[in-house]
């Protein structure tokens, strides 16, 4: 799109600009005489050259080489010819001259001096023809064009800032779902992927004395790698639905199955779904990090609704020397973050670890 506008913006302002010389260019050539029509030429390439380059460069939002210079010559070469020439030169420039200046140099200072250039344009065909109507054409000819030229390239910046915009956008979205692909990813399988490892070591060590107990073992190991086999289908579809209860009542069976006893204290209250899916998140990525780093054997699980905030807290008592906050943690604040709510993640006073989360209720 941008392309069709650069090329329809250069179409229009060439056409213009030299519809508005090339009569008095063609005349000067037909009856003047050999200096006359040298100046022309070389007043219509003084001319042309800089007013093509500032335009080109004001396309591209940017200013030409040696500016402010090259617009200084294109000044020149609009109101000087007028001492040698004297064939109206200015009529078909000035109007032209208006653009670059509009686009080059701040509008706060290049206004005034357009309506001025008007003005004096205005002054000087009424001057030779006091004709009321031909001194407002002209006057309106260089705020028009100027204001025309300006809209184009105006145009045409717009549309390339526009898809830049849009190019950035999209590839924020694509960061975006990658990030969540990978925090979900690790937020979901990490507690699945520990579980499968418990089971199957508990499973070898009750093979040879306790095979009963080995195969129930295996067979929950089995039904742990199928939510995690669904977990995966989830992320890639984008739609994960999680319940704070059911997470908690898988919580609790993971962690007794581990030997760990599971105390829960729940608040009877009715959440938002998204609060109510970043503590679901929170129990998740709590129990992973007590069946990874911790030597816990009791582990409690408490919820509470006070002032508008739901909080959840998660308590282990065997908590192992922790170092920064690793990739789970972060992708918790996230989430909590999302919600509207805030983390906090510290050893207890008795050798423990206390996760704790508070969201809007």
């Given at each position: 799109m941008s392309k069709q506008a650069r090329i329809i913006a250069i179409a229009v302002v060439a056409l213009v600009s030299v519809g508005y010389t090339i009569a008095a260019v063609v005349v000067s050539l037909i009856e003047g005489s050999t200096?006359?029509?040298?100046?022309?030429?070389?007043?219509?390439?003084?001319?042309?050259?800089?007013?093509?380059?500032?335009?080109?460069?004001?396309?591209?939002?940017?200013?030409?080489?040696?500016?402010?210079?090259?617009?200084?010559?294109?000044?020149?070469?609009?109101?000087?010819?007028?001492?040698?020439?004297?064939?109206?030169?200015?009529?078909?420039?000035?109007?032209?001259?208006?653009?670059?200046?509009?686009?080059?140099?701040?509008?706060?200072?290049?206004?005034?001096?357009?309506?001025?250039?008007?003005?004096?344009?205005?002054?000087?065909?009424?001057?030779?023809?006091?004709?009321?109507?031909?001194?407002?054409?002209?006057?309106?000819?260089?705020?028009?064009?100027?204001?025309?030229?300006?809209?184009?390239?105006?145009?045409?910046?717009?549309?390339?800032?526009?898809?830049?915009?849009?190019?950035?956008?999209?590839?924020?979205?694509?960061?975006?779902?990658?990030?969540?692909?990978?925090?979900?990813?690790?937020?979901?399988?990490?507690?699945?992927?520990?579980?499968?490892?418990?089971?199957g070591d508990l499973a070898s060590r009750l093979l040879d004395r306790d095979p009963a107990a080995a195969r129930t073992e295996v067979g929950e190991l089995v039904q742990v790698a199928r939510e995690a086999a669904q977990d995966v289908r989830q992320v890639a579809r984008g739609y994960r639905e999680m319940t704070l209860a059911g997470e908690i009542n898988r919580a609790v069976a993971l962690l007794e199955s581990s030997g760990v006893t599971c105390q829960v204290n729940l608040a009877a209250a009715a959440l938002p779904k998204g609060s109510e899916e970043a503590l679901a998140w929170a129990v998740r990525e709590g129990v992973t990090n007590v069946l990874r780093h911790s030597a816990a054997t009791l582990c409690t699980i408490s919820t509470s609704v006070r002032d508008g905030a739901a909080r959840l807290e998660l308590v282990n008592d065997g908590a192992h020397a922790t170092g920064a906050r690793g990739g789970g943690l972060s992708g918790l604040d996230e989430r909590a973050a999302q919600a509207g709510g805030a983390v906090q993640a510290a050893a207890t006073e008795s050798g423990g670890f206390r996760l704790a989360v508070e969201v809007p209720a």
């Open positions: 200096r006359t029509s040298v100046l022309t030429l070389v007043t219509f390439a003084a001319f042309y050259t800089p007013h093509f380059l500032n335009v080109r460069a004001a396309l591209r939002n940017t200013r030409p080489r040696f500016f402010p210079l090259v617009l200084a010559v294109q000044v020149l070469a609009t109101y000087l010819p007028e001492l040698l020439l004297h064939n109206g030169w200015s009529a078909g420039t000035a109007p032209l001259l208006a653009g670059p200046l509009l686009l080059l140099v701040d509008l706060r200072w290049s206004v005034p001096v357009v309506v001025a250039m008007a003005g004096w344009q205005g002054w000087q065909v009424y001057g030779y023809s006091h004709d009321i109507g031909s001194t407002g054409y002209y006057m309106l000819t260089v705020l028009i064009t100027g204001g025309m030229i300006y809209g184009l390239v105006r145009l045409v910046q717009v549309t390339t800032e526009l898809e830049a915009a849009r190019a950035d956008l999209a590839e924020a979205a694509v960061l975006k779902e990658r990030l969540r692909i990978s925090r979900d990813l690790h937020d979901g399988l990490g507690r699945s992927l520990t579980a499968i490892a418990l089971k």
